[in-house]
């Protein structure tokens, strides 16, 4: 899903520089996201996580108060920056201007649909509005908006479904969206949101994808074809080859597991499995599938995003002759804007142009990982830069406190990221239902994942 950032940076900067002007969809604004909805009649009681989270404390009432805050507001983003009709949620917000554009993400519904899961469960918003935005987006996504053998294009205008910069048709993409998809048809006891949910789901041709080679492509145009770029290196791929494998129609086979590659890194005595890569690689799969207490023949993935990100924080602390800001009280960089536009870095080992700026998500997307550590970071950001690097949906996506630069855009993925890992760290709750699906399940048995037994042990 990233990929295509790290091909096209100079499209990131004509995002933000270029493209302000554009059709702003009016959102409801008699509707107050914020709100209680008390009654209960009108609350589900989200369920206990399944298993506690390895290493986990209970988070503090103050630590509560925190991440509903965060959650609320990330949800304002999914609610105010779609259109109501299409479902479509716009990549990027401008909280300075409120100048905002019309392109849409198709990777920003799928964090989207599953925020609105989120925000129904947590009463947020009544079941009858949640149920119609749901509804409409998934009955666009069937009928309406342009797809390939079940594939989506990357980018699409929010109000007319156009592709926008010929785009490609994205796997990674069309993957996260999916789990979205998935999510939503496991919550929602309605009949046309399950059955739209099929429908989307079983028109993906993953074989397709697959037909010429066992590790996929990051997509296809109708002007060159498939790209050369394949996902054969561990990252946020995961998520993809589990939802072909446990697919009932157009099944990937068994095979494509084992085809991509599982590089161990060390960094400063952390043993890890991981890529040249941004820190989300380590994340995004695990917001929706829960590779908790389970492993394949590799790995324990849980554990290995448990040290994938403790070495991502020495990594920084590590940097803190350089840039001082860095403390255990703030840390975490993944890709995100910058001063100089959107940037693809982080490490270990270093990526990108590291300048001392703070990524939010970096740490809300860790939640669940090391959750007394983030939380510490979290509760940093916001009382001692709240006034400039929060707003109505949440931490803006990047600030550097050192040269007291601080972004006026909230990006979807990064939002998503932070508001359903926040979730799971609390409750389990997107774990819970998306794990429900039977094609979720069915993915991981054909990986060929099993339950941790007494004396397993991962190191990395």
């Not at 404390?57 to 105010?80: K, M, V, Y």
């Not at 324990?300 to 602390?317: G, M, P, V, W």
Request: charged share 20%.
């Amino acid at each position: 899903m990233r990929d295509s950032h790290f091909r096209k940076i100079s499209r990131r900067r004509f995002l933000r520089d270029g493209i302000r002007a554009g059709v702003c969809v009016p959102v409801a604004a008699a509707l107050d996201v914020t709100r209680d909805y008390a009654a209960a009649r009108q609350r589900r009681i989200l369920p206990k996580p399944s298993m506690p989270l390895p290493g986990q404390t209970p988070f503090t009432p103050d630590d509560e108060a925190l991440l509903d805050e965060i959650e609320r507001n990330s949800f304002r983003f999914f609610w105010e920056q779609a259109n109501p009709s299409t479902g479509l949620v716009r990549d990027r917000a401008d909280v300075a201007t409120e100048k905002q554009n019309a392109l849409s993400s198709i990777a920003a519904v799928g964090f989207g649909l599953t925020a609105i899961c989120i925000a129904e469960a947590r009463g947020y918003i009544p079941h009858s509005q949640a149920r119609d935005r749901v509804l409409n987006t998934l009955r666009f996504l069937w009928k309406k908006l342009p797809n390939h053998r079940g594939f989506f294009y990357h980018w699409a205008n929010i109000n007319t479904a156009e592709r926008q910069f010929d785009s490609e048709v994205s796997s990674i993409d069309t993957a996260i969206l999916l789990c979205g998809v998935l999510t939503c048809r496991q919550h929602f006891d309605e009949w046309e949101i399950k059955e739209l949910g099929h429908l989307i789901f079983d028109r993906v041709e993953w074989t397709w994808l697959s037909e010429d080679t066992s590790v996929l492509s990051h997509g296809w145009t109708p002007e060159t074809g498939f790209l050369p770029s394949r996902w054969n290196d561990y990252s946020e791929l995961m998520m993809m080859y589990l939802l072909g494998l446990g697919s009932g129609t157009y099944p990937l086979p068994a095979a494509s597991w084992d085809a991509w590659k599982r590089v161990p890194f060390v960094y400063d005595g952390v043993r890890y499995i991981g890529s040249f890569a941004p820190l989300f690689i380590h994340q995004y799969s695990q917001a929706w599938f829960d590779f908790r207490n389970k492993h394949d023949r590799y790995a324990d993935y849980y554990q290995n995003s448990i040290l994938a990100t403790e070495a991502h924080k020495r990594f920084c602390l590590d940097l803190s002759s350089e840039f001082p800001d860095y403390s255990n009280d703030l840390w975490g960089i993944t890709a995100s804007d910058s001063a100089n536009g959107y940037v693809v870095w982080g490490g270990p080992p270093a990526t990108g142009p590291i300048d001392g700026s703070i990524v939010p998500c970096a740490t809300g997307g860790s939640l669940p990982f090391l959750p007394e550590q983030t939380i510490q970071v979290l509760h940093t950001i916001r009382n001692k830069y709240g006034n400039r690097a929060w707003s109505r949906y949440g931490f803006v996506d990047a600030f550097n406190p050192l040269t007291n630069w601080y972004d006026s855009d909230v990006i979807g993925i990064d939002t998503g990221i932070t508001m359903i890992m926040a979730e799971n760290a609390r409750s389990g709750f997107v774990w819970d239902t998306f794990m429900k699906n039977p094609e979720a399940k069915r993915g991981m048995d054909r990986a060929g994942f099993q339950p941790n037994r007494p004396g397993y042990r991962f190191n990395g």
